[in-house]
């Protein structure tokens, strides 16, 4: 078995894990703001420490960073921050697996943000996989029970927040390829790890500020939730490693689409550990939104 396939499949499960662990904080009591600090403060220190050991480690000296990066880092890191409340937010009003799946927009909406920004435009498969994974997402949005009118039951605040989700995480790894490129040298390894490590720092920095003028009381509550929001910091940690390694070693298409096992991860979670249940309606946005996302990976 080539090395880049079980690293693909930690990566989506230590993906599926952190925000499990997400949703526990979110349900004991913490804030969105709150479960979204969590991820950044605690693997911050955790990337920095690990990108310096690699470069020594590498005899490579960390990349010089100039104003072009920061402008992609910064912007990429803002739009992560909003994506993953925007997640975090979905676990009040649907279940874990919809939820993971709403966030799993972003692979359609990449294609959006890198025309609009990078100029890259979509072709008729893309085109025709943008549309499949458009039905799902219609699927999805139907809040359980189908009651009520058309708008109603499709444009809610469930929606919107799975589709916005889907924008900023396209937004931002459109960000960090961007900032990753506009370094000056280093392997793939060091220039992925290195924006990593300004990001974490920087959205570490803006959470910090942003939970201390609106609501304090947070960063105390996540701090006494070490235990756990500590797990989360390291699982977000391996996961972006992982993913990082993964598109080190193979083509970035096979891996986003082995990447999909996530969201069986997502079900078996929601339906293991959650006890939630899982309509049939939204299995069949699942299996359309998959379908559409895989298409666009793979046939572009």
Not at 174 to 199: C, E, F, K, Q, W
């Amino acid at each position: 078995m080539d090395a880049w396939i079980p690293i693909t499949i930690a990566a989506a499960l230590a993906q599926t894990v952190r925000f499990m662990l997400q949703k526990q904080l979110k349900t004991a009591g913490l804030s969105t703001g709150g479960a979204t600090f969590a991820r950044f403060i605690y693997s911050a220190p955790l990337v920095a420490v690990l990108i310096l050991i690699y470069a020594r480690m590498s005899a490579q000296p960390i990349p010089s960073m100039p104003a072009r990066f920061w402008s992609f880092a910064l912007a990429g890191g803002l739009a992560q921050i909003l994506a993953t409340m925007c997640v975090v937010a979905i676990f009040s009003h649907r279940n874990f697996a919809v939820g993971i799946t709403f966030k799993k927009t972003e692979v359609v909406m990449t294609a959006i943000a890198s025309f609009l920004i990078l100029n890259e435009g979509v072709g008729p498969v893309g085109a025709f996989a943008i549309a499949i994974g458009l039905l799902g997402v219609l699927l999805l949005s139907d809040p359980p029970g189908g009651s009520g009118g058309f708008l109603t039951r499709i444009v809610n605040r469930a929606a919107g927040l799975g589709l916005a989700s889907g924008v900023f995480f396209a937004i931002s790894a459109v960000g960090y390829r961007g900032a990753s490129l506009a370094l000056s040298h280093g392997d793939t390894v060091l220039r992925a790890g290195t924006t990593l490590a300004v990001v974490t720092a920087s959205q570490t920095l803006a959470m910090g500020i942003w939970l201390g003028w609106r609501d304090r009381a947070q960063i105390v509550t996540v701090l006494r939730a070490w235990r756990v929001a500590g797990m989360v910091g390291i699982m977000s940690m391996i996961g972006s490693f992982c993913w990082f390694s993964a598109f080190t070693l193979q083509n970035v298409a096979y891996v986003n689409a082995l990447g999909q096992i996530e969201l069986i991860f997502s079900i078996a979670a929601s339906a293991l550990f959650f006890r939630e249940r899982i309509a049939g309606r939204e299995f069949a946005g699942i299996a359309l939104l998959s379908l559409g996302i895989l298409a666009l990976i793979l046939f572009l």
